[in-house]
């Protein structure tokens, strides 16, 4: 259920209704607009640490927007290089157990790095290699390993994270279809978040 109210929220985000916010709506009207299409957890987020929550907006618009302001497709854009960070993380922490630098990492490589790491570490560190080595030989193959990679960034980067980037275009006030760091700060003061 709560998957299709954020599936909803989304959409709404893309209908529309934003030309109409910026030439008809004013005052409690334009309030009342924004509340009702800006997904929850964003205003949530918003309100309860509104400088940080204009800091991840700066940062979304200022480094995948172009210089007009973030689009749709740039959203998608920074989702993608998001779970691409994500997966070269995975991957180096196993892959710098490659002594040999074969693409591929046994168990004798892993133990070298499990001697050198943290005792948190190393149960982590095994516990990755058994999850990747899915034939279960004792060795992570580089398939084996962007598999792994793929699968622990996508699991990270959660539903709800991914809506939260594309519920910054719930801040196109002017209805152009890009958003700018001056409609977030508009928005944000009249949803009463201090910027």
Known sequence: MRWIIVLMS???????????????LSGQDLVDVLV????GATLDRMRDRPDHFVQEAAGLILGYGGPEGLGAADIETAIDAERARL???????????DLNNDLSVTRAELDVLVRAAS???RGRLLVWHRAADTDGDGTVRWAELRSFAAKRAEA????????????MMTFDLNGDD????????????LLGAPA
Do not use: F, G, K
Not at 178 to 186: A, G, N
């Open 10 to 24: 989304v959409l709404a985000c893309l209908m529309p209704w934003r030309a109409a916010l910026a030439q008809e």
């Open 119 to 121: 005792a948190t570490m």
């Open 156 to 167: 990270e980067m959660s539903e709800s994270a991914i809506a939260a980037m594309r519920a």
């Open 87 to 97: 997966r070269a993380r995975e991957m180096r922490r196993l892959l710098e157990a």
């Open 36 to 39: 009702a299409r800006t997904p």
């Open 178 to 189: 890009l958003v700018v760091l001056d409609e977030v700060l508009e928005a944000m003061e």
